[in-house]
């Protein structure tokens, strides 16, 4: 499996396309902007794209999802619990920032799904906090996690944007990320690429007292 990443946006986003390089089919995740950029990527290396996966339902994570969707006709996936703040300007802080932006996912999943695109299978883990839907994608074959903006590396997502919650964030990175194979290699939503391992001992935000914040 390959996975390259696209930093974009504003704030710096990473967006992931992820591919199986023998079949070339491939899942865009957290397409923040720069859709033209995105595209372009997509058709240079021959892709086929299967689906556009949400960790969550921020502006910064979702602005060139519509266009990405229309060009390449594909649907577009977030969890159930994120589909209200995907459409709302507030929820999904855009409104707050200058950049209001609303989309409709076409299917969403729960925790524990298992999901195949293809050659590429994954689970999805809900891993609220930073929102009240979000969502981390285990690629459990390959020991890799697409992390969104719930663990990043030495750190965690802010929870003071609408349905954060700080105690709910620790809990989803003890019961749902801590308890993955030590070796996962992790690909947050921002920042560099970092390890469970790693943050279980250097994370200063998670440890056994809790969010330090």
Do not use: W
Request: aromatic share 10%; proline share 4%; with cysteine.
């Amino acid at each position: 499996m390959r996975v390259e990443k696209l930093v974009v946006g504003a704030v710096m986003t990473n967006c992931y396309i992820v591919s199986d390089e023998a079949t070339k089919d491939a899942l865009v995740i957290d397409p923040g902007a720069g859709a033209t950029k995105i595209a372009g990527k997509i058709r240079e290396e021959e892709l086929a794209l299967r689906a556009i996966l949400l960790t969550h339902g921020h502006f910064d994570h979702i602005l060139a999802a519509e266009e990405l969707r229309r060009e390449f006709s594909v649907k577009l996936y977030c969890s159930e619990a994120e589909r209200e703040i995907c459409m709302d300007p507030v929820l999904n802080v855009g409104q707050q920032f200058g950049c209001v932006c609303s989309i409709a996912p076409d299917e969403t999943f729960v925790d524990g799904q298992s999901l195949n695109f293809g050659a590429l299978v994954f689970k999805v883990l809900i891993t609220p906090g930073h929102t009240k839907g979000g969502a981390c994608f285990y690629f459990e074959r390959e020991g890799i996690l697409f992390s969104g903006d719930t663990l990043f590396f030495e750190s965690v997502g802010r929870t003071d944007f609408p349905g954060g919650s700080a105690s709910v964030l620790v809990d989803s990175v003890k019961r749902q990320l801590f308890s993955l194979p030590d070796a996962t290699k992790v690909y947050p939503g921002h920042g560099p690429v970092t390890s469970i391992i790693y943050e279980k001992e250097n994370n200063p935000y998670v440890n056994e007292e809790g969010y330090l914040y």
